[in-house]
């Protein structure tokens, strides 16, 4: 199989940027901005290049869905055969809608609540990652309760180094990640004796955006001789579960995690136990395969500086203004070889200092109502999306080829009011008279409240 490098599904051409077959300001002109796109054969090529790097290990691949939850590039991956990561009752549901086998589902978290475990056993998940001693409890109450047996592997806190942002490490031993090594073993004492819980295997995950092999070997390393001291005391352990967080390259020059190196080293690890693998990559699969239109709206020069204000923000895309992430700026319209470059600072129209996705950078002259592209733009966007300052969201759109299609519509303001309801009480002036039980506004149930008709045209719960 041929495999492209990334980005190769995002080139010029007659002067214009193309996502494969189609010109992306044809696409802004017709949808507006700011909007996602995603390429299908990025998305496509990535999930292919991993499933190859690691074929000699035939792992289950578990897509996190907290990259990027969209229904329809979930679909292509289930489609593919992958499975899912899911981190909450929500995505669950929208795992299961998307068309991933709950046999092949995943389910980490330090926080789920009974509901969101219930729901879990019932639809008969692979394995629940259990992250606490008091976790493990609630599990076995509700399976219990529901007469089913329940799958765990427990979260192992490998306390690794990583370089990566302090926000997203999350297997130091500071972390409210995972369980430590020694409570571990005895909660699967525990596990060994439970009727209704049934080990699977170990699992790690030890933080996002990792461009080295290196802290993936120590942490399974260490994994790895619990794993078999837990099976020479008797327990049924089949799998290692190396979690994701496979670092992407934002910036010219910083490469990605190399995963064939990662699934060479591994490689003994795992076969010398007889362990099958599972991987939970996000990043890796949408990052690189999206991106965010936006237009320029002003230029300003205030002071020493010169901003580029353009109409998407940091509640489209959050990582710049919370990790200081880095991401490529590119003009849809090819700049000429020869035209000046400036310094800018690309800032969105929130009301927020942090509202910026490139501070001091050098970029091709930019002129208002030009459109630019946010690379690299396909995880932790939308799904870490908000509407802060009343913004709807943008819509979705896919390309394949030379095709497209909206996979998500824009937002309207009507969907900025769904679910709020306003107590006529509040406001009437009949407080003290003898009719005001008549007032009290109707208790509303949730899923009442979702079914109001109020414009939105998207899935409904
Ligand atoms: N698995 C777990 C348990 C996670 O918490 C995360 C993200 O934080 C992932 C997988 C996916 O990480 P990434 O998108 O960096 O691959």
């Known amino acids: 199989m041929k495999i492209m490098n990334h980005h190769s599904y995002f080139n010029y051409k007659h002067g214009e940027l193309f996502c494969e077959g189609v010109c992306i300001s044809e696409v802004a002109r017709r949808v507006g901005t700011p909007f996602y796109l995603y390429s299908y054969n990025s998305l496509m090529g990535n999930y292919r290049k991993l499933a190859h790097a690691f074929s000699k290990l035939s792992p289950l691949i578990c897509y996190s869905l907290k990259a990027n939850g969209n229904l329809t590039l979930s679909k292509i991956l289930a489609t593919e055969g992958a499975g899912a990561d899911i981190l909450s009752g929500g995505e669950l549901y929208k795992a299961l809608q998307a068309g991933f086998s709950p046999g092949k589902i995943v389910f980490a978290g330090p926080g789920k609540n009974e509901k969101e475990i219930e729901y879990a056993l019932k639809e008969n998940v692979f394995m629940l990652n259990v992250e606490s001693a008091s976790e493990l409890k609630l599990i076995e109450k509700t399976a219990q309760r529901l007469n089913r047996k329940a799958r765990v592997s427990l979260r192992l806190n490998p306390d ?85 967080g496979f670092g992407i390259s934002y910036e010219k020059g910083k490469p990605p995690l190399d995963i064939e190196e990662l699934a060479k080293k591994i490689y003994p690890l795992l076969k010398k136990r007889e362990a099958k693998l ?59 070889k020869t035209k000046p470059s400036e310094v800018v600072d690309v800032v969105g129209p929130l009301c927020e200092t942090g509202d910026f996705f490139a501070l001091g950078r050098s970029l091709p002259e930019t002129l208002e109502g030009e459109y630019l592209a946010l690379m690299d733009a396909g995880a932790y966007s939308f799904s870490m999306s908000s509407v802060y300052n009343a913004r709807p969201r943008p819509p979705e759109v896919l390309v394949k080829e030379d095709r497209w299609w909206i996979i998500r519509e824009r937002e309207t303001y009507q969907d900025l009011i769904r679910g709020e309801v306003i107590p006529d009480e509040l406001f009437s002036s009949s407080r003290n008279s003898s009719d005001s039980s008549a007032r009290t506004f109707p208790i509303v149930s949730p899923s009442q409240q979702g079914k109001k008709e109020t414009g939105y045209k998207g899935f409904s719960q």
């Not at 991987?279 to 965010?292: D, K, S, T, Y």
Request: charged share 25%; proline share 5%; net charge positive.
């Open 160 to 244: 690794v180094e990583v370089e990566t942002h302090r926000y997203i490490t999350t297997g130091k031993k500071e972390n409210k990640f995972g369980i430590s090594f020694s409570q571990a073993k005895k909660l699967y004492e525990k596990i060994a004796k439970s009727r209704i819980i049934k080990p699977v295997g170990v699992h790690i995950h030890i933080g996002s955006q990792i461009t080295s092999p290196v802290p993936y070997i120590k942490a399974l390393e260490k994994a790895g001789e619990l794993f078999d001291s837990l099976k020479e005391k008797g327990l049924n352990l089949q799998y290692i579960d190396i979690g994701g």
């Open 278 to 336: 599972i991987i939970e990559p996000g990043r890796f699969l949408v990052g690189p395969a999206g991106l965010l239109i936006t237009r320029v709206l002003y230029k300003k020069r205030g002071g020493e500086k010169t901003f580029i204000i353009v109409d998407a923000g940091m509640n489209d895309l959050i990582r710049p203004s919370l990790y200081g992430a880095y991401h490529q700026i590119k003009k849809l319209k090819e700049p000429g």
